[in-house]
């Protein structure tokens, strides 16, 4: 085994967490409160992170980490609920699949060449993604499929900076932090903009719970850790599972079908993880 397969599959279970994210959103949680839910998901789980670690950033750092908390939790997490919301699933993930080709740009701009072959394989996960999730039926909201092409952006642009500023906090603490500085973000727009939530039923309860603990404390702890010993394009290229266990989701508990189209584009997605990691693993 490859010294670096287990931090691979330990990072992969983020993407296959928050691949849950649209199916918890739309079967659990209350209509049209997108900011609310990221607010609920994000800002909890960076005090439970902080109140165990109890590490305090260096004083350089506090930029850098609010930066950091707007586009990898706060910005990030109100786009990807509003194409949730807004959306279906399938073309939300479509769009958010580019950001591995996004990750490569920053790179670009940066000053590294990465090889062709990586443009191809992160090209062949959109493809992967377009085959196992469109749709003839899919209805295109503007703002929805602008917001899920600013999310991907925003977060693209989060893990090529959390990758290039280094601070000298512990994933725990740089995970927590990044989680309530996102969050105390997503609060007054949330507040000032969204309706205040209804009474709360267990399923509700459930599904918050499920996206704070699961969806943010596990997941980008996972994240980060996998960002600080991997590629930033790597890490990015692992994203694609999140459309890989949406749609899963969606044959095991929504009774959606599988065809050979679907498990071609499995193949894909898979194919191009693989793919963007040899060829960044060799330059």
């Known amino acids: 085994m490859p010294a670096r397969t287990p ?11 928050w691949g849950s994210t649209y199916f918890v959103t739309t079967e659990f949680l209350p209509p049209d409160r997108p900011l609310t839910a990221a607010v609920l998901r ?21 930029g850098k980490l609010l930066i950091l908390g707007i586009l990898n939790l706060g910005f990030f997490q109100a786009m990807l609920f509003v194409a949730a919301y ?13 950001q591995t080709l996004m990750v490569l740009v920053w790179m670009v701009l940066t000053g590294s060449r990465p090889a062709k072959a990586a443009w191809w394989a992160a090209a062949l996960g959109v493809l992967g993604v377009v085959l196992l999730v469109a749709s003839p039926q899919t209805r ?36 927590g932090w990044q989680l309530l500085l996102g969050g105390l973000c997503l609060l007054p ?14 399923r509700n309860i ?34 694609l599972l999140s459309p890989v266990c949406a749609y899963l989701l969606g044959w095991l508990l929504l009774d959606q079908g ?17 793919g963007v990691q040899q060829v960044l693993e060799k330059n």
Do not use: H, N
């Open 140 to 175: 295109f909201d503007t703002l929805g499929v602008a917001a899920a092409l600013a999310g991907a952006l925003s977060m693209a642009t989060g893990v090529f900076l959390t990758k290039r500023w280094q601070t000298g906090l512990s994933v725990l603490a740089l995970t």
């Open 258 to 274: 599988m065809g050979s189209r679907a498990l071609l584009g499995f193949s894909l997605v898979l194919a191009s993880i693989y």
């Open 7 to 17: 931090t691979l599959l330990l990072t992969a279970l983020a993407p296959l967490i």
């Open 86 to 98: 807004r959306l279906p699933g399938g073309l939300a993930a479509i769009l958010s699949s580019t």
């Open 42 to 62: 994000v800002l909890p789980a960076g005090l439970l992170l902080l109140l165990w670690t109890r590490e305090w950033p260096a004083q350089a750092d506090w």
């Open 206 to 239: 459930g599904g918050y719970l499920y996206l704070c603990l699961f969806g943010a404390v596990l997941a980008y702890v996972l994240f980060f850790r996998g960002i600080r010993l991997l590629p930033p394009a790597v890490v990015s290229s692992l994203g």
């Open 189 to 202: 727009a949330a507040y000032l903009l969204e309706p205040g939530l209804p009474v709360l039923t267990a």
